[in-house]
């Protein structure tokens, strides 16, 4: 197994290097298109295409298949971008992403119950994650590393002759072999790298301690996303959704529920009502980003200015 995690360690930073280099020479040209993104004078995106391929070749049989049909799924967003489906208020990619999930969540089904469902879940913390260089890397790595070493502790047992802690261990060495481009922010997962993520280590939460062990590590993981992206996140919630004085509950609650997924839903369950919170239990929990309805055309009524925000973040943001 050992020698097996040693071919995967070189394969996906081999593959890495190799890949940024011919994403860098192709997007020059623009022949990239959507994956060479213009920032940071010029970011290969999508290079999680390299941890997508090992994961789906060496996590135990039948998970495989839930990394396989998710990520091509997201290389479909990452390729098409966010090219809208006629007058609909929906985008390609954000359909593939949710036709993914809904694929993880019938296939896993018979593999982890409901459990699944939590699992497919995990996309949308882990894509806000990605969002700022070297985040979503560093929450793989903490996770992963976590869940090592709580297998090793509780003694889990082993799935189809495999050790508990193969597919969190796996999942830890793919993500080192790939993080130090990550971090320099010289390359970018895309979507099919970090939703691979996401369900490698969902997997691994499941692995670890049921439904229960997921949920918790579910939260957890949540919760570091927030804490990691704390700054950016803050910044976001006042210059542009302005709601002031953000709580870490505000955060946790853009990170789980945030994006055009959380937007349309929003729209179908709230239609153009926008809730007012005030209730001082309430705050604290996020209420007022997760009831934040885009679509409301009442938003003046929340929308107020705060004394933090100053010029110089709105052309940061811009």
């Known amino acids: 197994m050992f020698l097996e995690l040693l071919f995967v360690f070189i394969a996906t930073f081999l593959g890495t290097g190799a890949l940024n280099i011919i994403f860098r020479f192709l997007g020059k040209r623009g022949y990239m298109g959507n994956l060479y993104e213009p920032v940071r004078g010029g970011t290969p995106r999508g290079i999680g295409i390299i941890p997508f391929i090992v994961i789906s070749l060496f996590l135990p049989a039948g998970f495989n298949n839930l990394v396989l049909v998710m990520g091509l799924c997201a290389l479909v967003d990452d390729v098409i971008g966010r090219r809208r489906i006629a007058n609909l208020p929906i985008e390609i990619g954000q359909l593939a992403r949710g036709i993914g999930m809904l694929c993880v969540i019938g296939l896993g089904y018979p593999l982890m119950g409901i459990s699944s469902i939590l699992v497919a879940l995990m996309i949308q913390p882990m894509n ?21 070493l709580a297998t090793l502790i509780i003694g889990a047992a082993p799935v189809a002759q495999i050790p508990a802690y193969y597919v969190p261990l796996l999942t830890l060495v793919t993500c080192i072999a790939y993080a130090p481009l990550d971090y320099s922010g010289k390359i970018m997962l895309g979507e099919v790298g970090n939703h691979t993520f996401a369900l490698a280590l969902g997997i691994g939460f499941y692995i670890l301690g049921g439904f229960v062990g997921t949920l918790i590590l579910f939260i957890v993981t949540t919760a570091l996303i927030a804490y990691i992206r704390r700054r950016k996140l803050s910044r976001f919630l006042i210059n542009k959704l302005h709601i002031n004085n953000p709580t870490f509950g505000d955060l ?6 945030g994006g055009g997924l959380g937007d349309l839903f929003r729209k179908i369950i709230l239609g153009e009502r926008q809730q007012v919170v005030t209730d001082n239990l309430l ?16 938003l003046e009524r929340v929308i107020e200015k705060d004394v933090r925000t100053k010029p110089t973040d ?3 943001l811009s």
Do not use: C, E
């Open 314 to 316: 709105l052309r940061k």
């Open 283 to 298: 705050i604290p929990l996020g209420f007022r980003r997760l009831l934040y309805n885009p679509h409301s055309p009442n």
């Open 128 to 148: 806000i994650a990605d969002m700022q260089p070297g985040s979503a890397v560093s929450v793989v790595i903490i996770m992963s590393f976590f869940t090592i």
């Open 252 to 257: 946790f609650m853009d990170v789980l529920t």
